[in-house]
Antibody
Framework: EVQLVESGGGLVQPGGSRRISCATS????????MNWVRQAPGKGLEWVSF????????HHADSVKGRFTISRDNTKNSLYLQMNSLRAEDTAVYYC???????????WGQGTMVTVSS | AIQMTQSPSSLSASVGDRVTITCRTS??????LGWYQQKPGKAPKLLIY???SLQSGVPSRFSGSGSGTDFTLTISSLQPEDFATYYC?????????FGQGTKVEIK
């Protein structure tokens, strides 16, 4: 069974840092591009970051550029999001998402909640 | 960034109704658009990719159409389990952008 399981969410103070992780199983992780998508409480979906299969290419939303870094470890079948200089507006559920052929976001994790508050 | 205009933002419909949701993009994107369904407290689920291709396991009452700047998601006969929020997503370029969402409620 294909699975994406996020972890690492929690309460963070404004200006602080947090790294969230996504453990994957049931598919050849190194063959898939991956993304992070977030959803603030009661709001819509916002794409955050993309990483290529080898990790050589990244893209980020303007709202997080320069503060967030996406990475992956293909030996551990895991995806990461390092979040620095966190702001209240970064409060959201963060989803790990697999990108299939034709760029479809075909598999989503259950999400991990990050709350930025003092 | 490509702007997405999804409409309506919400609608009320009855079981058995035909429902149509539209998504308009600020520039042409070919057929690089997907549709996603999200139920409360759950992760989104892929319904349609490449504008009109049905994801495996998704009921055939869901269909997508369009290309360029105008796209449509149609539910041919609304079922109780279809009451949810629907989003379009362009995957033509970066940054990826979602529509604002359409909440489908029970009339």
């Amino acid at each position: 069974e294909v699975q994406l399981v996020e972890s690492g969410g929690g309460l963070v103070q404004p200006g602080g840092s947090r790294r969230i992780s996504c453990a994957t199983s049931g598919f050849v992780f190194s063959s898939y591009q991956m993304n992070w998508v977030r959803q603030a409480p009661g709001k819509g979906l916002e794409w955050v970051s993309f990483i290529s299969t080898t990790g050589s290419t990244e893209h980020h939303a303007d709202s997080v550029k320069g503060r967030f870094t996406i990475s992956r470890d293909n030996t551990k079948n895991s995806l990461y999001l390092q979040m620095n200089s966190l702001r209240a507006e970064d409060t959201a559920v963060y989803y790990c998402v697999r990108e299939a052929a034709q760029d479809a976001f075909d598999i989503w994790g259950q999400g991990t909640m990050v709350t930025v508050s003092s | 960034a490509i702007q997405m205009t999804q409409s309506p933002s919400s609608l009320s419909a009855s079981v058995g109704d035909r429902v149509t949701i539209t998504c308009r993009t600020s520039q042409g994107i070919g057929n690089d658009l997907g549709w996603y369904q999200q139920k409360p407290g759950k992760a989104p689920k892929l319904l349609i990719y490449a504008a009109s291709s049905l994801q495996s396991g998704v009921p055939s009452r869901f269909s997508g159409s369009g290309s360029g700047t105008d796209f449509t998601l149609t539910i041919s006969s609304l079922q109780p389990e279809d009451f949810a929020t629907y989003y379009c997503l362009q995957d033509y370029n970066f940054p990826r952008t979602f529509g604002q969402g359409t909440k489908v409620e029970i009339k």
